[in-house]
Nanobody, 125 residues
Framework: QVQLVESGGGLVQAGGSLRLSCAAS????????MGWFRQAPGKERRFVAA????????SYTDSARGRFTLFRDRAKNSVYLQMNSLKPEDTAVYLC??????????????????WGQGTQVTVSS
């Protein structure tokens, strides 16, 4: 099993930046592809970004590409989502997820095996 703990959410003005962290622990978390999803009130959970277990491949949704960067620190078993140029529509609970071991990147919610509790991101206009 893998346990995931997110941090780094908060309140930021439009145009600002936040860096979300997801710390993984448990059974070989470094062999898991990692993804970020977000869920706004009353809306479905949606894919944001993902990174391969080796860290060489990433995938982003169109709304995140060019503004968000996902990277991982294998020594710390952590992934980081750097979010720049934030917009009010980015407001949501952001959840970290793990897929593996040694599986390719997934972009669908049901492709992931483990989930964190989420961290709230609020972008004011």
């Amino acid at each position: 099993q893998v346990q995931l703990v997110e941090s780094g959410g908060g309140l930021v003005q439009a145009g600002g930046s936040l860096r979300l962290s997801c710390a993984a622990s448990g059974n070989n978390p470094g062999t898991y592809a990692m993804g970020w999803f977000r869920q706004a009130p009353g809306k479905e959970r949606r894919f944001v970004a993902a990174i391969s277990w080796g860290g060489s491949s990433t995938s982003y949704t169109d709304s995140a590409r060019g503004r968000f960067t996902l990277f991982r620190d294998r020594a710390k078993n952590s992934v980081y989502l750097q979010m720049n140029s934030l917009k009010p529509e980015d407001t949501a609970v952001y959840l970290c997820a793990a897929r593996g071991p040694r599986k390719p990147i997934g972009i669908k919610e049901d492709e992931y095996d483990y989930w964190g509790q989420g961290t709230q991101v609020t972008v004011s206009s």
